[in-house]
């Protein structure tokens, strides 16, 4: 980034390229140096805004948790009315960012979480937040889905979205190992196509009991 005067202009420039470094290399392996001259400010600026660079990446991930849900709501509004399509159309645009942004750089939230969720636990809380609130909004189009009879209606919606939370994160990781966004594509299509199916009623006159839910 070009360089900077204006001292109100500091935490939003450090922030941003706090994120943009973080994402492609990682958070152990990016100096506060390296950040400092990526946003185009004085060395010594980092510590008047951010008392550690723990602190830093915490706010890192609020910073990410917002995006996502800024996104998350961009999504939805160009999304199918029906709740199954849209979760659909949801894993479709991720799937078609991850591709254009490479498969390099994963998830900030997955990616954190094997860095330094077990050495810091102001991160490993705000990750853990970050996440719930991401899984809830799915829980959400789930709950919808299974209401109108597209989802399967045994697992609780917040366990099938937790579940699907899993899946998504190991095929990111996949992605990074493979090159390739690749796994993105199948694995959803396994857990869209297989695991959110509606279970076939029973032979008894086509009626059926609902199964007790997976909490």
């Not at 010594?44 to 990446?57: C, L, M, T, V």
Request: proline content about 5%; some cysteine.
């Amino acid at each position: 980034m070009p360089r900077t005067a204006d001292p109100t202009d500091i935490p939003e420039r450090l922030l941003s390229a706090g994120l943009e470094l973080f994402l492609q290399q990682g958070f152990n392996a990016t100096g506060i140096q390296q950040i400092t001259e990526h946003a185009g400010v004085p060395k010594g600026s980092f510590y008047n805004h951010f008392a550690s660079k723990e602190a830093f990446g915490a706010s890192i991930v609020d910073r990410y948790a917002q995006w996502s849900r800024r996104s998350w709501q961009h999504m939805m509004r160009g999304a199918p009315p029906e709740p199954m399509a849209a979760i659909r159309h949801v894993f479709e645009q991720m799937q078609a960012h991850h591709s254009r942004s490479g498969s390099s750089a994963g998830c900030l939230i997955g990616n954190f979480a094997a860095e330094v969720a077990l050495a810091s636990e102001v991160c490993r809380k705000r990750l853990l937040a970050a996440q719930l609130a991401w899984r809830e909004r799915l829980a959400g189009l789930i709950e919808q889905g299974q209401q109108c009879g597209e989802i399967r209606d045994d697992m609780a919606p917040a366990a099938l979205s937790a579940l699907t939370w899993s899946v998504w994160e190991g095929a990111l990781l996949r992605m990074k190992v493979e090159g390739s966004v690749r796994p993105l594509r199948e694995s959803m299509a396994l857990v869209l196509d297989q695991v959110y199916r509606p279970l076939a009623s029973p032979a008894n006159g086509g009626t059926s009991k609902r199964s007790r839910k997976v909490k």
